[in-house]
């Protein structure tokens, strides 16, 4: 092991991560439709994603779960706990916010059905190992993506406040416990040729599964073939706030044989975050 992954592994062994019990309290009728910036493809990126979750944050628990015996390390075990509760805590706000989408005549019943479907699917056929890999790889996402939401104030311009604090406080959660599943993994299974090729495999169907249920969305809206929302979204991903060209080297350190979450240390990020709440306590 060099210095930087010495480094890394104690950055990651060093961290705390707790349970919070949020209180985000919608006022339903102050939220409008297109909360970010009155952006369509922005608002129904984002309650795309926020699909993902519920049942993506218990795959994510399971097959960390699934691998807990394999691990010795007592404070990994104790960041494992803590990943548990916080994934816990992230699909059930997001349930509450997926419920609320429905305000506007969205089939979120059909798509959480789908999604639980195909996480029954994937937990009856796929190997543990493959599944503790997937985790791996949308850990990954999830981080450098939430790095954009704490660090680029372009990133969240315009949202609606109530919807801006619950994604922020989930970019914070997401860098938080970054490492613990890969830590998880390096120990429990090791494979450096496992982890890449599925990285490329979720690069996609990730990708697709969320323009899929985007599509849905501004399909139900009549927006789905629109230019002028196409061309924000090119705006979007390329220009401002340039989501892929912010965080492509990021995504591309994954490949890396010497690779780990914190090689990037954004640890000031969660301070001073934590200074500004008054509003989450430990479970």
């Known amino acids: ?29 102050d939220i409008p439709k297109y909360w970010y910036g009155d952006d369509v493809f922005k608002s129904t990126f984002m309650n795309a994603l926020s699909c993902l979750f519920p049942e ?3 795959m994510f628990m399971d097959a960390v779960r699934d691998h807990q015996h394999k691990i010795s390390d007592p404070q990994l075990l104790q960041q494992i706990k803590g990943f548990i509760k916080q994934e816990a805590i992230h699909g059930h706000e997001h349930a509450q916010y997926n419920d609320f989408l429905k305000k506007w005549n969205y089939p979120i019943d059909k798509i959480m059905s789908f999604e639980k479907k195909e996480k029954i699917w994937m937990k009856k056929w796929l190997p543990r190992k ?77 990708c697709l599964r969320t323009s899929i249920i985007q599509a849905i969305f501004l399909w139900k809206d009549g927006q789905l073939f629109n230019p002028k929302v196409w061309w924000k979204g090119f705006q979007f991903y390329f220009l401002k706030p340039g989501l892929v060209p912010t965080i492509f080297r990021d995504y591309l350190d994954y490949f890396r044989r010497d690779f780990h979450p ?15 709440q008054q509003k989450y306590k430990i479970v």
């Open 262 to 276: 914190w090689d990037h240390d954004n640890r000031e990020l969660l301070g001073k975050w934590e200074e500004e």
């Open 130 to 206: 493959h599944r503790l890999a997937i985790t791996c790889a949308l850990e990954h996402f999830t981080a450098i993506m939430a790095h954009q939401i704490l660090t680029n104030p372009e990133s969240t311009e315009g949202m609606h406040p109530q919807f801006k604090e619950m994604w922020r406080w989930h970019a914070v959660e997401e860098t938080e416990h970054k490492a613990v599943a890969y830590d998880v993994y390096q120990q429990a299974v090791g494979s450096y040729w496992l982890r890449v090729i599925t990285m490329i495999n979720i690069t996609v169907l990730f």
């Open 56 to 58: 993506g944050e218990r």
């Open 1 to 29: 092991m060099n210095s930087k992954q010495q480094k890394a592994q104690a950055i990651s062994s060093s961290m705390e991560i707790p349970g919070r019990k949020m209180e985000f309290e919608f006022e339903l009728d």
